[in-house]
């Protein structure tokens, strides 16, 4: 087909046929327009190019590796900006006005929560993916449809009519990572002051960290297939590291592993009724 021949109409229908696809994203940072002239013609040499040194060449010098560093200045404003919010519509607030994390140019919506808030279970998830951009509300999703019916199948749900069973939900990261790329560490380690305080104001009885990114951040340690299965502590709470529910769409063998944690999850809740 002979792009350059098309007219606007022709070209509009074109793009939103590979948006239908589920080509939403350009690759680089920024669009490349491939039509561009080069100021200047590569010269298309007659013999074979002298090989380029790989140091300096700059089509072959390798990025500059990132800084493992967390940004410490980023750290301490969410530190500030996390300790001065009272109330967890203050926290979303503060969490959407934070402007140190690149995260958030690249994001149609900042993801909060969703559920109950004060429920005595919350999950806390990795960041949010194309559905949850583009609806505001964490695990939306398939994955989220597939937590819905875990909780379901112990008896809980985000909204539930005993408050008792009513779950809160939210993640480390409030924005989707671009291509759903894992958060960096220096990302995770501006957000945790904000994950921290939101633990400590919705007051969960107990947190369910889903992933490794949630293990990651919240105790510093990740490989869910050893953490996953026993009570440890986060934030000063009982934790439960378990699969994530998008990993077990990829390995549905996995789930009967998460129902044995499910099935902790629910007799930790009553052990813990019955001693109130
Ligand atoms: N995966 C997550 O960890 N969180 C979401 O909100 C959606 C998918």
Redesign the pocket.
């Given at each position: 087909m002979q792009v350059d021949r098309l007219d606007h109409h022709a070209l509009r229908a074109l793009l939103e046929w590979q948006v239908e696809l589920g080509a939403t994203e350009a690759i680089c940072d920024a669009p490349v327009n491939r039509y561009e002239v080069p100021a200047k013609a590569p010269r298309i040499a007659a013999e074979a190019p002298a090989p380029a040194s790989p140091a300096t060449s700059p089509a072959v010098m390798p990025a500059a590796a990132p800084s493992a560093a967390p940004d410490q200045d980023a750290v301490a404003a969410a530190q500030a900006a996390a300790a001065g919010a009272a109330t967890l519509e203050a926290l979303h607030a503060a969490i959407a006005a934070f402007e140190h994390c690149e995260l958030k140019r690249g994001a149609r919506n900042t993801?909060f929560a969703d559920g109950t808030p004060g429920a005595r279970m919350m999950v806390v998830?990795?960041?949010?993916?194309r559905?949850?951009d583009l609806q505001g509300?964490?695990?939306?999703?398939r994955?989220?449809q597939l937590l819905d019916r875990m909780l379901d199948a112990i008896g809980m749900a985000r909204t539930h009519p005993e408050p008792d069973q009513g779950v809160y939900?939210t993640?480390?990261?409030p924005w989707r990572p671009p291509q759903n790329r894992d958060p960096t560490p220096q990302e995770i380690a501006m957000l945790v002051p904000f994950v921290a305080r939101h633990v400590q104001l919705a007051d969960p009885d107990i947190l369910v960290l889903?992933?490794n990114?949630?293990c990651q951040a919240l105790l510093g340690r990740k490989g869910i297939t050893r953490l996953r299965g026993s009570w440890t502590e986060a934030l000063g709470r009982p934790a439960l590291p378990t699969f994530?529910?998008?990993y077990l769409l990829r390995q549905p063998h996995l789930k009967r592993a998460s129902w044995h944690d499910l099935l902790m999850i629910r007799a930790r809740l009553r052990q813990q009724e019955a001693r109130e």
């Open positions: 993801v998830g990795e960041s949010p993916g559905d949850e509300r964490p695990f939306v999703g994955a989220g939900i993640n480390i990261v889903v992933g990114i949630a994530h529910p998008a």
